[in-house]
């Protein structure tokens, strides 16, 4: 089975996560940020979306098209400005 495209921040924390060296003492401290944004950013995701949805009125028919992809992706783009680009 294809694996599942991974979102921009978990594609960016696997690289980071690939070459940091296993060996550190704080490898420990990483992992924990990381895993800290990465639920941050989840978190955080909801409410875009929700905003959005509203706004444009998404249905539950058309939640089934690409316009939800569309909500999602200008979710994931506002999330990276506020939480990871900064």
Do not use: F, W
Not at 15 to 33: G, I, S, V, W
Not at 52 to 64: C, D, N, P
């Amino acid at each position: 089975m294809a694996r599942r495209k991974d979102s921009p921040q978990k594609a960016a924390m696997r690289e980071m996560m690939r070459d940091y060296p296993k060996n550190n003492d704080m490898d420990e401290q990483l992992n924990e940020h990381l895993h800290e944004i990465d639920t941050h950013c989840h978190e955080r995701m909801e409410l875009p979306v929700e905003q959005t949805k509203a706004r444009v009125g998404i249905t539950e028919k058309l939640k089934a098209t690409d316009q939800m992809n569309n909500v999602r992706r200008l979710a994931e783009k506002i999330i990276l400005i506020e939480l990871i680009y900064v």
